[in-house]
């Protein structure tokens, strides 16, 4: 049975459709990731599942308990903001605790559950402290420990790291992750339009636009078979290329773009192959360089344009069917600008989008 279930959610200011008859099941014990840009309706999503927004229709079921229209605090959830929203004249101890006693709960229970969070997050040290003795990575900490600490079932993140830099970032992914491990029974629901934390984080990632979930699966479907030409473009990093073109049906299905053709036979169709335009998708980590082109394998020669060392690695720009065309090569490569290089890539492992409805073929 879902923990949390959405039913034909409608939600509008004044006349502006924000979401319009949404439904998504989110299983106990999942950690699902609302990914997308700005603007594209997760937080909002999200705040109509904490209570925090009034639906126009439909309904939320949580743990098969209809809280449509049940405060937020009656609703059995626990929420981490973007800001810490710690009170500064308090103690971590005192941040954690201050619900509690306003729920009236015994002394005893309510030391037993501030220590027990602060065991789980670490922060143990910190408790006779005040935020403004702590780092961001502290204070975010004890943000999710105030939601530890009302033991409930299901667990909203707003965008939890955005404001902290790329190590702390990098550092407290993997303490959710820890988290969710052992409170293996406790539901996640958390928003990003970072792709890493999604894509490191999430059981299933539900990926969004204008209010629409565009594809909802797991984090290696998602960036293996995406649904469609944005979620192709939104995930991964570096971006997907896309070369403009159109598909040559029959025995011997074909992609053709401006001076390429490209063997379709490995790739698989989700249909019966047919004549028209499409965007034919390969992402920079699948083109080799400089390998003898394994069967059926796309092959060409190409002028180097841009060289970025980047560590690890090194994205190489280039140009190919008359579009940017980007991949990605070892770190201590001596590849320079102006150099012509031969590249090739397996069409089974690429994406193929109909170029009317964008959507996969």
């Known amino acids: 049975m879902a923990s949390v279930s959405i039913r034909n959610l409608d939600l509008a200011f004044g006349n502006v459709e924000v979401i319009q008859n949404l439904n998504l099941e989110i299983e106990e014990g999942e950690f699902l990731v609302l990914l997308g840009s700005s603007g594209c309706g997760k937080s909002t999503l999200l705040n109509c599942i904490a209570g925090l927004l009034d639906l126009s229709d439909g309904q939320i079921f949580i743990n098969d308990k209809n809280v449509t229209w049940q405060e937020p605090k009656d609703r ?22 201050f619900g509690l006693k306003n ?5 005893a229970e309510i030391q037993r559950r501030v220590t027990q969070a602060s065991e789980i997050l670490q ?23 105030r939601a530890l ?7 909203l993140f707003d965008e939890p790291l955005s404001n902290l830099d790329a190590k702390l970032r990098a550092e407290l992914r993997v303490e959710l ?29 539900a ?22 030409k944005y979620v192709a473009g939104f995930v991964g990093s570096p971006s997907i290329n896309f070369l403009e073109g159109e598909v040559k049906a029959g025995k011997k299905p074909r992609f053709v773009s401006e001076g390429i053709e490209i063997d379709l036979q490995r790739y698989e169709f989700k ?33 180097v344009d841009v060289v970025e060392p980047m560590g690890s690695d090194t994205l190489v720009w280039t140009r ?25 890539f397996d069409p089974a492992a690429s994406s193929l989008f109909d170029a009317r409805t964008e959507l996969r073929l």
């Open 320 to 344: 190919l069917g008359g579009e940017d065309f980007r991949f990605r090569v070892d770190g201590q490569s001596n590849l320079t600008s102006g150099e012509e290089v031969a590249i090739s």
């Open 207 to 228: 990926i969004m636009q204008s209010g629409v979930i565009q594809q909802l699966a797991d984090p290696h479907t998602i960036y293996t078979k995406p649904v469609n």
């Open 76 to 97: 059995g959830i626990g929420m981490v903001f973007q800001s810490y929203a710690l009170y500064p004249q308090m103690t971590v101890e005192g941040n954690l605790s």
């Open 103 to 107: 729920a009236g709960l015994p002394a």
């Open 177 to 205: 992750k820890r988290l969710h491990q052992r409170l293996e029974n406790n539901t996640m629901i958390y928003v990003t339009h970072d792709q890493i934390e999604a894509m490191t984080l999430a059981d299933r990632i």
């Open 123 to 145: 922060i143990g040290p910190l408790l006779k402290r005040k935020p403004s003795q702590l780092s961001g990575g502290q204070r975010q900490r004890v943000a999710i420990g």
């Open 271 to 303: 249909g019966t192959p047919t004549n028209g335009g499409a965007t034919f998708g390969v992402r920079p980590e699948h083109i080799r360089v400089g390998e003898k082109p394994g069967a059926g394998h796309f092959q060409s020669k190409v002028i």
């Open 149 to 155: 600490v009302r033991d409930v079932d299901v667990f």
